[in-house]
């Protein structure tokens, strides 16, 4: 079905917010195998691996960006914040120069302004052995492009075990008759935006308010696999007890995050 494209008056100003929360699981039976693994985890998503991320993100959507902040931290954690916009910047315009300005219908590009952030959160603890890494993501967008075409990518970019998705579009835009639109395009459910390998690889729960023009997506990794979660040791190294108790507490914890409370 083709949807009708609505003229409007002047520039698409709807606000489109994707947001994420994706968590990574992991079990080290030892002090030293828990801090490995903050270290390890730590640096395979540190502020230079996270701005590519979102810059392939940025190209996803079409966007141009704008300026990219980016930080590590002690003692662990990262965190990448990026301007984007929805038409490239003219930079042909020297600002020392004694001229006049653009004039407002120049730099719609600007006023399209949105942003891309990230931000991780390793942590373990102390005597249980389980080890969480969790990254925050957002994506808001203003105009025509959507953030929703990232979806795919962002959840192949990290190890997802458990990700809670919300979507939602803000605010209004006018057609050229004067009518305000709140949304400006079809969707039932974020699902609908996931490729078909995503779908088979988790299960998922929908949370939505159509009035609100809001949606909530949880999703669980179907499959599981003991070594996939062990780090610094096999699975066929542990004694057959001390495997299931480590599978019945990475479980737990898995079932916890997914409905977010403690069970």
């Known amino acids: 079905m083709v949807l009708r494209r609505i003229k409007l008056h002047g520039f698409n100003n709807l606000t489109k917010a994707l947001s994420f929360n994706i968590y990574d699981l992991c079990f080290a039976t030892t002090a030293a195998q828990r801090k490995d693994y903050i270290a390890y ?60 300005g653009p004039l407002p219908e120049s730099v719609v590009g600007h006023l399209d302004k949105s942003h891309i952030t990230v931000h991780t959160y390793p942590e373990s603890h102390p005597d249980d052995g389980i080890c969480t890494f969790r990254a925050d993501i957002d994506v808001a967008t203003c105009g025509v492009i959507s953030p929703l075409k990232a979806l795919n990518y962002l959840i192949h970019s990290f ?91 990475l479980r737990k914890e898995m079932q916890e995050l997914f409905y977010g409370r403690n069970l």
């Open 41 to 100: 985890i730590d640096e395979a998503y540190n502020a230079e691996r996270l701005t590519q991320i979102l810059t392939d993100v940025a190209g996803i959507i079409g966007a141009n960006i704008l300026n990219i902040a980016r930080q590590d931290y002690e003692p662990q954690g990262a965190s990448v914040t990026m301007l984007i916009a929805e038409e490239p910047v003219d930079n042909s315009i020297d600002a020392g120069l004694a001229a006049p």
């Open 159 to 249: 190890e997802s075990d458990i990700v809670t998705v919300d979507y939602r579009v803000r605010g209004f835009t006018r057609d050229v008759r004067g009518r305000k639109h709140f949304i400006d395009h079809k969707i039932t459910s974020i699902q609908d935006y996931f490729s078909r390998d995503t779908k088979k690889a988790y299960e998922m729960i929908d949370v939505n308010v159509y009035q609100e023009n809001l949606f909530h997506t949880k999703m669980r990794l179907k499959h599981f696999d003991l070594d996939n979660y062990l780090f610094g040791i096999d699975a066929d190294q542990l004694e057959k007890r001390e495997r299931n108790r480590i599978e019945r507490r």
